[in-house]
């Protein structure tokens, strides 16, 4: 029993030691594994470089732990100068392009009065404009043929033929009345304007299409002289944009030292370089850790207390009266192992 007991005692002691075997290799294999992290995060880190261009350098701020705390960048003395002069020119352009609406205010105006003009001619249709343009020729025609007419009969009067009417007709087939008759000179007379009349109506339609072709094209001029007036404004604002776009323009090309800096430093960081440290870090961690939870004393004292003949001897040692194993019970006494005093 008291074998067994020590057994027990050397297997809690063996399993305490290799408890703190334990405890310490998890501890270093955790302060192992932040090492690992914090030499991959160092590999890993955003490391911008200065660079100075023809027009501009960059600059970076660091804070108290090493760490990029700000960037900025400053045009070159040479580029600065040639932006104030392009600022100057473009104050010069928005001025021009805040006087643009006063400028090309006549296209307005002209445009409204061929608007007002185009809806004049516009506002009779075809046939309208046609009747008057008939009405307005045969006023003209007017003088002249009452001169002719009395010229005629004056003529017929004093050759004594002005009584003879020759060349009546019926009527016609639509109901309407038949020609007269008259004198030959007369007939001529009057079939000459009546084809003059025929080709003057002819020519009043035309004319009543083209006014209202006429008033179309007026309209359309119009909106043609309201749109310059609006795309000269918008052009207005061509030198401004122009002299602003390239002091931008310098403004880019002294921001690029800055983009070449940090692109740089984008590259100096090494994240697979990081990420292979990180990786072996923790491989070795883990290597080590099973190394260090191994404690041969714990071992062995626990694989000892499970051996039966060795907690039968440390038993014997403690119990001497007990018998040991092959003895005859009877001739063994309390006075030893050999029987001191039993025989």
């Given at each position: ?60 701020q660091y804070g108290p732990d ?125 079939n000459a304007l009546a084809q ?148």
């Open positions: 029993m008291i074998g067994k007991i020590l057994a027990a005692g050397a297997s809690l002691f063996g399993g305490i030691l290799q408890g703190d075997a334990a405890r310490r290799a998890s501890e270093n294999a955790a302060r192992a594994q932040a090492a690992a992290a914090q030499i991959a995060a160092e590999e890993a880190r955003f490391r911008p470089v200065g660079i100075t261009t023809r027009f501009g350098q960059s600059q970076f090493g760490r990029v705390a700000g960037a900025s960048y400053n045009l070159s003395p040479e580029a600065r100068a040639m932006q104030d002069r392009l600022f100057a020119l473009s104050q010069g352009g928005l001025t021009q392009a805040e006087q643009a609406q006063q400028m090309f205010a006549p296209l307005s105006t002209g445009a409204q009065g061929l608007f007002s003009l185009g809806q004049q001619y516009l506002a009779q249709s075809p046939e309208q404009a046609a009747q008057q343009y008939m009405a307005r020729q045969q006023d003209l025609l007017a003088p002249s043929r009452e001169r002719q007419l009395a010229q005629l009969q004056n003529t017929l009067f004093q050759q004594g033929r002005s009584g003879l009417s020759v060349g009546a007709t019926s009527a016609r087939p639509s109901g309407a009345a038949g020609l007269g008759a008259t004198t030959p000179e007369m007939e001529a007379y009057y003059q009349d025929a080709a003057l109506a002819a020519q009043a339609m035309q004319a009543g299409q083209e006014q209202t072709r006429f008033g179309a094209g007026l309209l359309g001029t119009g909106g043609n002289l309201l749109t310059q007036g609006y795309q000269g404004q918008i052009n207005a604002l061509a030198p401004f944009q122009t002299y602003l776009g390239s002091a931008a323009s310098l403004e880019g090309q002294g921001q690029n030292a800055l983009d070449i800096g940090s692109a740089l430093g984008g590259r100096i960081a090494n994240p697979t370089g990081a990420s292979a440290l990180y990786g072996g870090g923790m491989a070795a961690a883990s290597t080590m850790a099973a190394a260090n939870a191994y404690n041969p004393f714990a071992t062995a004292l626990t694989m000892a207390s499970r051996n039966p003949a060795l907690q039968a001897g440390i038993g014997r040692m403690f119990s001497p009266s007990a018998p040991p194993v092959g003895y005859d019970t009877n001739s063994y006494s309390a006075g030893g192992e050999f029987g001191l005093g039993g025989y």
